[in-house]
């Protein structure tokens, strides 16, 4: 039986964010909106001036008072779109900060190119006077970059080819959205159904194994069929990093992508080389996988459909946040205090309605409680994905409380290490009241698909990443065969003894999006990683770990992110963090086999 979604007038106001916390009228919105508008002439009085330390201080006190007023204008209009995507008011307040965004960026685009163009004495001595030390981390950072900035008619040559350099991104999105098409394959009833990339998944789930085989080997017959566009496509985007590395003085592309955010080298090889030492507990669930699936051969195709029969859990709303907050205990009263203000004072717009903007995310402006959309449904991933974006709004929350604006904005590499540790200690408390073995295997058998999927397969990726950008700065033509051979390999590596590799799969990398916004897929082994070994040590060593992580979670961007996690307690330039990590996934891995003893599976 399916349910009509409701329109959002039909939605309870208490499931509903509370913008007004924002903006409590348009009116206040528009009044903010002009007096952006009428500060940002005011930023063309300190050009030429930033040598002089009162204009810059007065410069960077502008663009303070500006860029949150900005941020606050966009969220507010973004915010309320997303609530109905259809409705037209909404809609043009969105178009109209995307605009003032680009005017923002536009005003104060001088600011870097003219600090960088001083001297280094010059430079030095704005960093090391009286007045400016509040900024000094911002001209530290921005002094850092200055080996890797060239000269104004250089830089004006590279913006120029910006737009360009975006093609093989732009090109590989319309071909896999737009333009492939899969072939129709039969499914369990026996009709004819057009496989697509929303339903390749659900195929891959279904019970019959026929099903799946079909959906598998149509899905990457098609990418092979188009195998030389695709090498082209991802060829010329790494070509591209290649180049602005070189042109821009950096050793490789994967150092360009690790400096902008003081990441050192290691992080990364470190990551690949401790994943390739742990590889036989992926697959021993492999082994595991295939015993409880009672095949003779596990192949590719068998990876996705469920262990163990579904198990019935209807969560509501109101059973899910009792069960996040008690799993949550482990952090202390002040974090169950302001995770119950953000259930309770309507920072979470909870349901589905018609128009609304699909998935979950957790946002907000500076000086504001952070906001989270939902799309709630009565099941376990619903109840994750609440803990999850919890996480990342009492981050901010906790952020944005201690540190000033210019400060408070957490990097990448750290964002989802407060969402993840949530999960973890929630999965611990799962795992902990699951009274039936049925429960217990589920839980285990979704986790274990994390530590697969989170950090096992993004790590693949990453090593496949570097070694085709190797390959290129090495000047070895990078073609469909040579990428599905690498590719192939790995995959094979990572898979083990237990694993049929069908050879189609040697074509996955052809439909990876993350691929052209390169380097970014490690991060999810990383976060994953330190947020498992924080939520063990919270777990085994009590306040004095939760003192740390707290802390971190106060220290926004403060600092660089391997220094911030120091301090909470994970060291991610050594492998300790990831092995610590692992030896969780060991665990489940020994919880399971129990279980499928005790059961007689």
Known sequence: ??????????????????????FPSIEAWETEFTMVK??????????????????????????DEIGLAAERLYVFANMWHHEDTALAEPQGYADRTKKLSTEVGEAMSYISPELLALDDVQLQALIDHE?????????????????????????????????????????????????????????ANGNKVRLTHGNYIQFLENANRDVRARAFEAMYSTYKSFRNTFASTLS?????????????????????????????????????DTMHEHLPLLHRYFAIRKRLLKVDELHMYDLFVPLVDAVDWKITYSDAKAKVLDSLKPLGENYLRVLNEGFTNRWIDVYENSGKRSGAYSWGAFGTHPYVLLNHKENLNSMFTLTHEMGHALHSYF???????????????????????????????LLNNASEDKDLLYLLTYYADQFRTTVFRQV?????????????????????????????????????????????????????????SSFYVYQYATGFSAATSLASQILNEGQPAVDRYLGFLQSGGSADSITLLKRAGVDMSSPEPIRQALSVFSDVLDRMEAVVARMGL
């Open 1 to 22: 039986m399916t349910t009509s979604v409701k329109n959002r007038s039909e939605q309870l106001v208490t499931d509903q964010w509370k913008l007004s916390d924002l």
């Open 38 to 63: 009428s500060k940002l002439a005011e930023m063309a009085n300190f050009k030429g001036r930033l040598h002089e330390v009162d204009a810059l201080h007065a410069c960077f006190t502008l663009e």
């Open 131 to 187: 007045k400016l030390a509040f900024y000094k981390q911002t001209l530290e950072d921005l002094c850092r970059m200055k080996p890797h900035v060239l000269s104004d008619a250089e830089e004006s040559l590279l913006a120029q080819v910006g737009q360009v350099s975006q093609a093989a991104g732009t090109i590989f999105g319309m071909l896999n959205n737009a333009d492939l098409q899969f072939p129709e394959i039969e499914d």
């Open 236 to 272: 010329a985007n790494t070509s591209k990093n290649v180049f602005y590395s070189k042109a821009r003085k950096y050793e490789s592309a994967l150092h360009q992508a690790l400096f902008v955010y003081e990441i050192p080298k290691t992080v990364y090889t470190n990551l690949i």
């Open 399 to 429: 952020s944005d409380q201690t540190q000033a604006y210019r400060y408070a904005q957490y990097t990448i590499f750290n964002a989802e290490v407060a969402s993840t540790l949530n999960e973890a200690l929630l999965m611990s408390h």
């Open 460 to 516: 693949m990726f990453a090593e496949f990443e570097m070694r085709t950008h190797d390959m290129a700065q090495q000047g070895v033509p990078l073609t469909a065969q040579s990428m599905s051979e690498l590719y192939y390999e790995l995959v094979k590596q990572f898979h083990g003894p237990d694993m049929v590799v069908d050879e189609v799969i040697e074509m996955e990398w052809a439909r990876i999006p993350h691929f052209y």
